[in-house]
């Protein structure tokens, strides 16, 4: 047998592990679908009112940044999935088994992605109807769902790293907190335009804002420029150094 079918083979029956998980967790999918909705309804009802985003509707302009922000949220699952494997002594019982090590970090963010997916489809929804007026054709779409999972798997191995070196889970669940702000400082919920200078600087190359501004802009038929670009170079990036540390991290505590 390969090295790549075991690994694959292997890295499937984890997957399924993390889907039954949330299947079995239902709480785990109702925070990451309430959170992401009730922000929605705050920054459209409550804010949106008060907020100049030129000639776009608040809610067109913000749901982007809420979608960005939900990802993030949604990371801290896997933050504290790895760390409560470690914990428990799950990892140890793989361990025993001929069983990739890779395997199990993989599982971890392929629940990621589930939680992501059910939570954008509910997002979607919600936005159309307090008033989310999309103009993307189907190309616009599956472009901003590309950027989206390329941003999604690579937050999840930053989620994962956290979780590998975090002390337990307690300390994981306030280590992946450090994520969820990220998307706050971006332009993810007022034009970078609008800020005192230093902190436009800094919303402007900050990788977060060009996922927010491109899934924004294909969503809305706008002009992308750069921003698809930029995203994708930072993030796929990003997940190429995040998976070899996130290995060597793993290999390291689990021999522990």
Same mark, same amino acid.
């Given at each position: 047998m390969s090295t790549l079918y075991w690994n694959a083979n292997n890295s499937a029956v984890l997957i399924g592990r993390s889907v039954r998980?949330?299947?079995?967790?239902?709480?785990?999918?109702?925070?990451?679908?309430?959170?992401p909705v009730a922000i929605m309804l705050m920054f459209r009802y409550v804010f949106g009112g008060a907020i100049n985003t030129g000639g776009t509707a608040y809610i067109d302009y913000v749901l982007a940044g809420i979608i960005a922000i939900s990802v993030t949220f949604?990371?801290?699952?896997?933050?504290?999935?790895?760390?409560?494997?470690?914990?428990? =002594?799950?990892? @140890?019982?793989?361990?025993?088994?001929? /069983?990739?090590? #890779?395997?199990v970090l993989t599982g971890h963010i392929a629940g990621a992605i589930v939680r992501n997916a059910l939570s954008l489809a509910?997002?979607?929804?919600?936005?159309?109807?307090?008033?989310?007026?999309?103009?993307?054709?189907?190309?616009?779409?599956?472009?901003?769902?590309?950027?989206?999972?390329?941003?999604?798997v690579a937050i999840s191995w930053i989620a994962a790293i956290l979780g590998l070196v975090a =002390?337990?889970? @307690?300390?994981?669940?306030?280590?992946? /907190?450090?994520? #969820?702000?990220?998307p706050y400082l971006s332009s993810a919920f007022v034009p970078p335009s609008t800020m005192p200078d230093g902190l436009r600087a800094f919303v402007e190359i900050q990788p977060v804002t060009p996922v927010v501004d491109s899934v924004r802009a294909l969503l809305l038929g706008g002009p992308v420029g750069n921003s698809a670009w930029l995203a994708l170079l930072w993030w796929g990036g990003i997940t190429l150094v995040a998976v070899p540390v996130a290995g060597a991290l793993f290999r390291r505590r689990s021999r522990r």
């Open positions: 998980h949330i299947l079995r967790s239902p709480d785990q999918a109702m925070t990451a679908i309430f959170l949604n990371s801290t699952s896997t933050t504290v999935g790895v760390a409560d494997d470690l914990e428990r =002594g799950v990892v @140890e019982r793989f361990r025993s088994m001929p /069983m990739s090590s #890779v395997a509910i997002m979607i929804g919600v936005g159309l109807l307090i008033g989310f007026s999309p103009t993307a054709a189907v190309g616009g779409w599956l472009a901003a769902l590309g950027i989206l999972l390329v941003f999604t =002390g337990g889970t @307690e300390s994981a669940a306030g280590l992946g /907190m450090i994520l #969820v702000f990220v």
